[in-house]
Each structure stands twice: as structure tokens, then as C-alpha cells.
């Protein structure tokens, strides 16, 4: 089986940026509240923006990073629970918008916020069977059209944004090793879908979220390493779902992974579901954190249940 690899990474967020002394505006909450409970300082609302948008404007960053023409891209996923139309799917859209090739496959993937990892398996395994050896994978949410607003317990949580990965398929790689599982749950969390007799906003037990989350980390953690004969130590980077700065830290300390070796964009940006993870990895790539040769082990949990992991390298 032939591997993937990053060749290239792309993000855009919406401008409006919206802080928690906005949110304690409108809900029974505070900045302390907040901040010391999530991590969370503020978070990006699409105002004029749309999710076609944002996708098209990450997935455009991404292929000029990656220095790939549309045209060579071999299949095209989309990892999100909140596109502008459910036909057509935001990938087709995007197919249009970037003038990707029409004989390729191009769909959503719905694993919420572990999505950007499902979907990466899913390229890898699709390029293994294709002529083409690029692919683009995205992660877009824009959760804020759907947050209950009188619910304080999540509307301080999510924010809005996209990012991308152009990958490259190559004979001799080695997987990405995705370790990935589900747990049929809607009590837990639940994003409401077309259905009637149900109000169409997210609804969320967070403590139990919490607590699966503590463990679903170091499941994927301890399973990638495995698969893939790594040890912590021979990671260079660990990129974690930001879904809550607390759920990091413990993950971290459990490791003992130095403070070098992992990063939080959760501060800014709020949880924003399957655009979370590529969102870390491409602002790393832009500071020069991680760059060819990097080795990234990820892990996301979310709704679904739903949580993965995998070990990453950069082209
Ligand atoms: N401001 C002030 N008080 C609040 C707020 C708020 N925004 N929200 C809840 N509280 C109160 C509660 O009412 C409760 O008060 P009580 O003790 O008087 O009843 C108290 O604070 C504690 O509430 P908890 O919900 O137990 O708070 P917790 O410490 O668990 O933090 C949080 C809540 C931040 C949601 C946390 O549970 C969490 O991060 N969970 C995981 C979320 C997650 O990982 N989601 C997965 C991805 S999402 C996706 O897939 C779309």
C-alpha cells in the first residue's frame, strides 16, 4: 500500500471576531467562566462569509502552498456537518469553484470533529486506487448558524473556519496508520440534520463529552504508536482536537510531552469542529514548527461518537 503526505497546508476564518465579554452580553457567563473552564478567549462568527467561501478560501491557500494545480487533484473530500446545501455537497461546490477536474471523486465526509482524520484516511485509501497521486482534504465548520444562544453550557464553545490539506500518494511512503472508531450516541451530542419535530440546534451532555474525550485520547494515542512502531519520543509534534484546553493539557501531562512539542489555537478560535485539527497543522506549518520530514501524531474526538488518530508527515 502506497502513503500520504502533506505537501501543503491552507486556512481561512472569518473576520468577525467575537469575545466572551460578548457572549456574557448575552448569556449568564463571564470571561473567568470561560477562560479557565475551556481556554477559550474569543472566536470567529461568519458575518457575510458562507462555508463555500471559507472552503474555497482554504483549499485555495492550501494548493498554493502546495504548488499543485487544481487540475492534478485526484479525488476532493470535505469533512463537515454544516454545509451551505446538503445537495450539492460542499466538495461538488468546490469542485466548481477551484475548477478541480470533473473525472474525480469529490463528496462530504461526516465524522464531525474528528472528520479532517476520517476524511484523510478516506484520501489515502482512494489515491491507493488512483492514477492520480494528489488529493485535497478539507475541514469546514460554521457551527455558529446552529449554536442555541440561550444555552451558556455551548454557545461559548464553537467557532467558525476552514482549513486544507493538499496530500501527495506515493509508492514506498508509509501509511498514515489512521486508527479510527464511532459509538452510536445522540444523547450525548447531537447536530441536528433535516428531521422534523426537533429544534434544529446542537445539543450537548458536556461533562460526559468530557470525560469519553479524556479517554478517547489516549486510545488513539496509544494505538497509532502502535501501529506504527513509534514511540513518543520519536514524535516530533502532537496536534489535539481544541475542543477544550483542558482536555490538551491533560493528554500532555499524561504523555509528558514537553510544551515544544504541542500547541493550542483554542484561545482564539473556539472549538470549530472538523476545521479544528488542520487548522493547528497550518498555522504550524507557517511558523516554521513543523516543515518536510516533521512526523505529527493527531487525535480528535467529537460527535458521533466519533474519534481517530494518525501519525503524519510532512512532504
Ligand atoms: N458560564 C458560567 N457557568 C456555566 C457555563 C458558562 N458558560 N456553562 C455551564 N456553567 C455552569 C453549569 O450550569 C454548572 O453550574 P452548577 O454547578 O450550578 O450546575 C457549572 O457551570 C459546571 O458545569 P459543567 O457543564 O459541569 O462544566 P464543565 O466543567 O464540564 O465544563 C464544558 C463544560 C466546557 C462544556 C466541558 O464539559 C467540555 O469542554 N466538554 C467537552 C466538549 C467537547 O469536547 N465536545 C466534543 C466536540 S464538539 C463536536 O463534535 C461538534
Redesign the pocket.
Known sequence: MKGIKIKGTGRCVPEKTVTNADLAAI????DA??TS??GIHRRRHCRGETHTSLCAGAARAALKKAGVPPEEIGACIVAT?TADTLVPSAACTLQRELGLPQDIPCFDLNA??TGFLFALHTMECLLNASPRKFGLVVGADT?SRITNWED???C??FGDGAAAAVVECREGWSSIGAELGCHGDDRL?R?PGVETGHRSL?S?E??R??KF?VEAVPWCIDRVLARTGRTVEDVDFFVF?Q??A??IDLAARKYRIPQSKYYKNIGEYG?T?AASIPLVLSELADLGRVGPGSLVLTVG???GLTWGGAMLEFA
Not at 448569556?27 to 463571564?30: A, G, I, Q
Open positions: 448569556v449568564d457567563t463571564s467562566w470561560i473552564r475551556t456537518v464531525a470533529c457551527l451558556r453550557g455551548t461559548i464553545l451530542l447536530v446542537i450537548m458536556g461533562t463529552v468530557f474525550a482536537h475542543a477544550n483542558r482536555i472549538n469542529s474526538f467529537g460527535g
